[in-house]
């Protein structure tokens, strides 16, 4: 079965400047998506950014972008230019090519941004 | 992106009762709809999985006859907790999946559900 772990419970940044997210799973498969959701006090889930392990080039969403390391099975979300409205919980899954493809996620990281 | 809808948003009920929440799809045929739960600063653990027409697919150690699923229609799942109790307190999350391959799964807005 496929595990995601993220290992920052809390992260906290400055407004404007820059965070990482760290996140890594562990899983046979070779094809499969990665995705970042964030999850603000709404508790509605909000897809940030996704990543197909087929692909190279790391995406990008605008402030947010991934690392993706294939061989060492991390995916890193950073994000710039950090504004207030990005604090939130924010959750690294995996989702397979197949069967049911259902999301796996990883235990969350809640991330603070400090005026 | 697509809507999702979870009615209701919050729920209180007595011990004993069952509780019904909704899931629908409103602008796409969902073909596989999942159901979470999620405690208190905790992550989404999944529940189960429902495919329209057919028996939902529990998780291991969710039972199944204490949390019913239905998915009888391409824009509608629902989750029935039955006789609940105060350890079912928690916030129930859907999300529905288009029937297209590798596409997407939108997430409802989720239910408080508390037991009293």
């Known amino acids: 079965a496929q595990t995601v772990t993220q290992s920052q419970p809390e992260m906290s940044v400055q407004e404007a400047e820059t965070v990482t997210l760290s996140c890594t799973y562990d899983t046979s498969e070779s094809d499969y998506y990665l995705f970042w959701y964030k999850q603000p006090p709404s508790r509605q889930m909000i897809l940030v950014i996704r990543?197909?392990?087929?692909?190279?080039q790391n995406a990008t969403e605008n402030r947010f972008s991934v690392n993706f390391q294939k061989a060492a099975k991390s995916f890193s979300l950073k994000i710039s230019d950090s504004q207030l409205g990005d604090a939130a919980m924010y959750f690294c899954?995996?989702?397979?090519?197949?069967?049911?493809?259902?999301?796996?996620f990883g235990q969350g990281t809640r991330l603070t941004i400090n005026p | 992106g697509a809507v999702v809808s979870q009615h209701p948003s919050w729920v209180i009920c007595k011990s004993g009762t069952s509780v019904k929440i909704e899931c629908r799809s409103l602008d796409f045929q969902a073909t596989t709809m999942f159901w979470y739960r999620q405690f208190p600063k905790q992550s989404l653990m999944l529940m189960a999985t429902?495919?329209?027409?057919?028996?939902?697919?529990?998780e291991q150690g969710v039972e199944k006859d204490k949390f019913l699923i239905n998915h009888a229609s391409l824009t509608l799942s629902t989750l029935t907790v039955t006789s609940a109790h105060p350890e079912d307190s928690s916030f129930y999350i859907c999300?529905?999946?288009?029937?297209?391959?590798?596409?997407?799964?939108?997430f409802g807005q989720g239910t408080r559900l508390t037991v009293v």
């Open positions: 990543q197909e392990a087929y692909k190279q």
């Open positions: 999300s529905a999946r288009p029937g297209i391959l590798n596409t997407e799964a939108f």
């Open positions: 429902s495919n329209e027409g057919s028996k939902a697919t529990y």
């Open positions: 899954a995996y989702r397979s090519f197949q069967g049911a493809q259902k999301l796996v």
